[in-house]
């Protein structure tokens, strides 16, 4: 078992609850229940950044080469930029604002997923492998 196979799996989930989110926007979106599954995606997402936060950053900082240094530090920066932004877009897309403007969330929705998905595809491929290399 490596190090990050738990953090894979949590991506394969976060990922999961995006498509199952997005498929649910459209025609009529149902906002009690996408605010439902907003909110158990950010419950999974915070639980994911914590343990990172507390297990993988600390062990790629904790190496002797420059390149995992770097890397940590370079993906830590980037992270608490789009942990904002997603703690943002959860915070505004309650119930009332999903109904009063479907096509804005829609929209919002696309662009916040779209990040996400990217970062994670950048750590399953960048920083994942070098943690674990680790030793």
């Not at 530090?73 to 608490?80: Q, R, V």
Request: charged share 25%; aromatic share 8%; hydrophobic share 40%.
């Amino acid at each position: 078992m490596g190090f990050t196979d738990k953090f894979r799996v949590q991506h394969d989930e976060i990922l999961a609850m995006t498509k199952e989110i997005t498929a649910k926007i459209k025609p009529e979106p149902d906002a009690p229940l996408i605010r439902k599954l907003l909110s158990n995606l950010a419950g999974k997402v915070n639980f994911h950044l914590a343990m990172e936060d507390k297990a993988l950053y600390p062990r790629l900082q904790q190496q002797k080469d420059a390149q995992s240094i770097a890397l940590a530090t370079k993906f830590m920066s980037e992270m608490g930029g789009l942990a904002g932004v997603f703690a943002a877009y959860n915070a505004k897309w309650q119930i009332s604002a999903i109904k009063s403007d479907p096509d804005g969330f829609a929209n919002e929705t696309r662009k916040v997923f779209g990040a996400l998905a990217h970062r994670i595809q950048r750590e399953n491929t960048e920083l994942y492998p070098l943690a674990d290399n680790a030793t």
